[in-house]
């Protein structure tokens, strides 16, 4: 299994727009942070976690070729607006498996009406195939590549997290649900919303979230979903062993 990082910012991507702080004028490249998104790639599949406002420049970039399914985890801004990006890759393999919770398709059919009431002819549409999940209720692509999807608390928003095989990849989250965390055991590697320093309403902050990963024990922790408070390499000196700021780019593959 190997999970490529093709974003790692917050809603308003680093920099943000207008900012001269230390982060958003820093030099590393793994201080510029788009809109989170993860490649999930095992046994033939190919699955991406959030259609981004940057999904067009991320698949340009990471040279995407193919997609067997896109799973949503909600629908603020950040995470969908990449939808209408997916038709070069319907024109060529035609309609793609779109995973989202009940809440989301509400948000999806109403912010994307024009894919499912088509109210005119002509321009290529994305064409979907919609799947509605439930927490806790797994689902394979094929026989070696389970997906679980795991509720997630954002603020107030039930929102959705993934489990794939020992792989587990959550952002947008102020709290993770008991049966949540039953469904993180045994997990090679975690992918955890963490926004920045300092307590937020809807996001994990550092402390939180490594209350979380002390809690869960995956072997390895990457934090995502990350706002301009964090320098990369100023702020690596504060996580403890086996955690690590994700940044744009960033591959974890598993052992086997
Ligand atoms: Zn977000
Ligand atoms: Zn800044
Ligand atoms: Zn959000």
Known sequence: MKLTFLGTGTSTGVPSIACECETCTSDDPR?????????????????????????????????????????????????????????????????????????????????????????????????????????????????????????????RLPVMAYRFNDFAYATDLSEIPPETLANMQRLDALVLDCLRFKEHPTHLWLDKALEYIDQIKPRRAYLTHIAHDVKHARDSVKLPAGVEWAYDGLEVKDEG
């Open 31 to 155: 201080d510029k942070r788009l809109r989170v998104s993860v490649l999930v790639e095992h046994a033939g599949q190919s699955v991406l976690v959030d259609t981004s406002s940057d999904f067009r420049q991320q698949a340009l970039r990471y040279g995407l070729k193919r997609l067997d399914a896109v799973l949503i985890t909600h629908c603020h801004a950040d995470h969908i607006f990449g939808l209408d990006d997916i038709r070069p890759l319907n024109f060529r393999y035609g309609a793609l498996g779109l995973y989202a919770n009940e809440r989301a398709w509400v948000d999806i059919r109403r912010i994307f009406k024009y894919i499912f009431e088509p109210s005119h002819f002509g321009g290529g549409l994305p064409q979907v195939i919609p799947h509605t999940v439930e927490p806790g209720a797994p689902f394979c692509l094929n026989e070696d590549f389970l997906i679980t999807p795991l509720g997630v608390i954002h603020g």
